[in-house]
C-alpha cells in the first residue's frame, strides 16, 4: 500500500507537507510506502512532513522514481526482520541524488537501510540499528558526509556507507562524524575504481572490533 502519490511528470517541484504514519492492519507481506514520486529529468520533491512506520519487512519512508529528494523531517522506521526484506528509509529507484537537510533525521532499526540509492548528500543524523546500512550506494554515484552529518550504526555488521559497483566517490568531509558498533563497519566499499576520501576531523568513535574503513 502507499500513503501519497506525487505525480511529478511535468512538474519542476513538489512538496509533501504530510505527517505519515504507516500502519500494516492487514499484515501485508507485499510492502508499504510512506510517500511515492515519480518524476521528469531535473525534478525534486520536498520532505517537510514526518514518516513513521513499523513493520517488519518493505518498508519504505519515501520512494524517488525519478526525482531528487529533499529531507527536512523525520523518518522512523522500525526493525526488520531480516536485511533481505529490509526497511528503507528513503529510496531512490533512478540515478537521482538523496539530500538529506540540515533538518532532516532518519532512525531505522536493525536489519534496516537509511537510504538507498545513488548520490547522497548528508548533512544531519542518520542512524541504523545492528546488522543495518545507513546508507547504501550503487554505480556512479557520490555520497558526501557534509559538516553536520552524523552516521550512527549497530553492532553485527552494521555499515555506516555500503558502496558496490564501479565509478563511485565516498567523501567524508571536514565536519562530519561516525559511531561505529561492535563488529561493524564505517565505511566498506567491495565494488572497483571508487576512491574514499576522509577529511573529518571529527572524532570516529569505534566499538570492540569495528573497522572505521574496509576495502
Known amino acids: 500500500g502507499m500513503g501519497i502519490v506525487y505525480d511529478q511528470i511535468g512538474a519542476a517541484t513538489h512538496t509533501n507537507n504530510a505527517d505519515v504514519k504507516l500502519t500494516n492492519a492487514t499484515n501485508t507481506t507485499g510492502g508499504m510506502i510512506g510517500v511515492y514520486t515519480t518524476a521528469g529529468t531535473g525534478s525534486t520533491l520536498t520532505n517537510d512532513g514526518d514518516i513513521t512506520g513499523s513493520s517488519t519487512a518493505l518498508e519504505f519512508g519515501i520512494v524517488s522514481d525519478g526525482a531528487d529528494v529533499v529531507n527536512k523531517k523525520t523518518i522512523t522506521l522500525g526493525n526488520a526482520a531480516s536485511q533481505a526484506n529490509a526497511n528503507v528509509g528513503i529510496y531512490a529507484k533512478a540515478n537521482n541524488t538523496i539530500t538529506n537537510d540540515t533538518t532532516g533525521i532518519i532512525n531505522v532499526g536493525d536489519n534496516a537501510i537509511g537510504i538507498y540509492g545513488y548520490n547522497v548528500n548528508n548533512n544531519k543524523d542518520i542512524k541504523a540499528g545492528d546488522n543495518g546500512v545507513a546508507i547504501y550506494t550503487q554505480v556512479n554515484g557520490t555520497v558526501n558526509l557534509n559538516s553536520g552529518s552524523t552516521i550512527t550504526v549497530g553492532k553485527n555488521q552494521a555499515v555506516g556507507v555500503y558502496a558496490v559497483g564501479s565509478g563511485q566517490h565516498i567523501n567524508a568531509n571536514t565536519g562530519s562524524s561516525m559511531t561505529i558498533g ?19 576531523t571529527n572524532p570516529v568513535t569505534l566499538g570492540t572490533d569495528a573497522v572505521y574503513i574496509y576495502q
Open 182 to 200: 561492535d563488529n561493524s563497519f564505517g565505511i566498506v566499499n567491495v565494488g572497483s575504481g571508487n576512491t574514499v576520501n576522509s577529511q573529518t
